[in-house]
């Protein structure tokens, strides 16, 4: 399961990083706080914000990071039940991971609709009036449309749901990549494996740790069932690919340099 720690690398700021996280650059926007970005009521209030947003993170402008192929690499060896990422920039895709691999949690630009009348539009007219700085509205009622990224307060993607349980219990390793683990229903993942399935953390921040509101999270020190790996997720999962013999394999997917 994947956060935006995954994609910095890649030059796709995060959210809650301190002064280079998305949430600390939003001032030209004028939020009445950060997350606003994401909600319906100011999208409808002042679209022009995250329409600003969406043109900058619109996919294609970025290529995956090592930790993406590292995903890539864990399909290739057929140990890869599923990938939940909470990211939008479909870089999973682009490093080669398959759709039914896939759980895109919090939505991606793969779709628009109108979020008054839900009409569906076509994603590259979508693009093509963000490109320009206009705000997509409805050819029905007039609504904006909105690209069928989850913002606060909706539900997640129908598929989240379909797959969770069933994944979840048969997880035998548990792989949590650059996420600070804030966001429920997400977060809650990490929980969710069998008591005696291991898991492992590779981020940057030691984070979703056991504590009195979350007495299922990760214990590093009174048990050997979670590990973690303190640094960035490119060379955790570097580490990771030489622990198990694959860096030559994982050299491969590799683009040149
Ligand atoms: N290597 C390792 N860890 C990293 C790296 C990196 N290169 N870059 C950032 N991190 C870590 C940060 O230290 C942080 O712990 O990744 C985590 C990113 O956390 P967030 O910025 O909160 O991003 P994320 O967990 O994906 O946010 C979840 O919040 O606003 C919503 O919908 C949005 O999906 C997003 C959700």
């Given amino acids: 399961m994947a956060g935006a720690g995954i994609s910095t690398s890649a030059g796709i700021p995060d959210f809650r990083s301190p002064g280079t996280g998305l949430y600390d650059n939003l001032q030209k926007y004028d ?62 895709r682009a490093a080669g991971v398959r759709d039914d691999l896939l759980v895109e949690a919090h939505g991606s630009f793969a779709q628009a609709a109108c979020i008054d009348c839900s009409h569906r539009h076509d994603t590259e007219w979508v693009k093509s009036q963000i ?71 590779i981020n940057r921040d030691s984070v979703g740790e056991r504590d009195i509101l979350n007495p299922d999270g990760f214990d590093f020190i009174r048990t050997n069932r979670d590990a973690r790996y303190l640094g960035s997720c490119d060379d955790g999962v570097w580490h990771l690919a030489r622990g198990l013999g694959w860096a030559s394999d994982f050299e491969a997917l590799l683009p040149e340099k």
């Avoid at 009521?41 to 090592?66: H, I, M, Q, V, W």
């Fill in 31 to 92: 939020l009445p706080y950060p997350e606003a970005i994401f909600t319906l009521d100011y999208l409808r209030s002042k679209p022009e914000a995250f329409f600003t947003l969406a043109k900058e993170l619109y996919p294609g402008n970025f290529d995956p990071t090592p930790c993406h192929y590292f995903i890539k690499l864990l399909q290739d060896k057929g140990v890869l039940l599923r990938h939940y990422t909470q990211n939008i920039d479909t870089l999973e």
């Fill in 131 to 201: 490109d320009k700085d206009a705000v997509p509205r409805c050819e029905s009622c007039g609504g904006i449309v909105k690209p069928s990224i989850v913002f606060f307060g909706e539900d997640l993607p129908r598929r989240f749901g379909q797959l969770v349980s069933e994944d979840f219990e048969k997880c035998d390793l548990l792989i949590v990549l650059g996420t600070s683990l804030t966001v429920h229903p997400f977060a809650g993942l990490a929980t969710m494996p069998k008591p005696e399935v291991p898991r492992l953390l």
